[in-house]
């Protein structure tokens, strides 16, 4: 099976401006998260979807937003960039295992964006 | 809420040493617990995995126990290489919502010298 995909790889922004960035899950993932990664922060989860619908959503602002299509793909977008944002932002498609109620999602990351805002 | 601590790095280790790195945490609920390494410039891969208490998750040579009651999930591997050489990152699955959304430690650089 292909992996996740995360496009594009690189991109380069300014300030004030909007960025969209696509994720391709596993096929037969339903559910897609997205992370941030910088050095000081750390790996931060910003939300999941899930049939089409946000599930959890971490705390972020709510120029951060994303959408779900119904073939599992998924965009974010984040709005008036600022500086802070320069990040990697990782997407991950889940496997779900076990008995309904007690699932474990193992999730299968892509190569991240890598998101500059000058 | 739920969060995780690893040990500080980097860690700096010869070939062939024996390797521990500390994962601790703190959940409400039944959280499935992970290891994911991560190579330069490039995503998270899973390493391992343990979905319950005294589960013992292992994938090439590194072994970690879930002990729920030390609330630990310690990496192991008893003889490392050079291509060990990465960021590893402990985390844990939200266990109160059951959901795709994983707790993530610190992270912890492991450099591994011929």
């Known amino acids: 099976k292909a992996g996740v995909t995360q496009t594009p790889r690189y991109l380069i922004k300014t300030r004030g401006q909007q960025v969209t960035l696509s994720c391709s899950p596993i096929s037969g993932h339903r559910s897609v998260s997205w992370y941030q990664q910088t050095p000081g922060q750390g790996l931060q989860f910003l939300f999941e979807y899930f049939s089409e619908t946000q599930r959890n959503k971490g705390n972020f602002p709510g120029r951060f937003s994303g959408r779900q299509f119904s073939n599992s793909r998924s965009e974010m977008n984040v709005s008036t960039l600022e500086l802070g944002d320069s990040a990697l932002y990782l997407c991950a498609s889940s496997l779900v295992i076990g008995l309904a109620g007690r699932e474990t999602y193992e999730q299968y990351f892509g190569p991240g964006t890598r998101l500059t805002v000058t | 809420g739920d969060s995780v601590t690893q040990m500080e790095g980097p860690v700096t280790l010869s070939e062939e040493a024996f390797l521990t790195i500390n994962c601790t945490y703190t959940?409400?609920?039944?959280?499935?617990l992970f290891w994911y390494v991560q190579y330069p410039g490039e995503g998270l891969q899973l390493l391992l995995k343990?979905?319950?208490?005294?589960d013992k998750g292992s994938n090439k040579g590194f072994e970690a126990t879930y002990r729920k009651e030390t609330t630990s999930f310690h990496l192991e591997k008893g003889s490392v290489q050079v291509s060990d050489s990465a960021v590893y990152f402990c985390?844990?699955?939200?266990?109160?919502?059951?959901?795709?959304?994983?707790?993530f430690g610190q992270g912890t650089t492991l450099q591994v010298k011929p």
């Open positions: 985390a844990l699955s939200d266990g109160s919502s059951n959901t795709g959304k994983l707790i």
């Open positions: 343990a979905t319950k208490a005294d």
């Open positions: 959940a409400t609920g039944y959280p499935s």
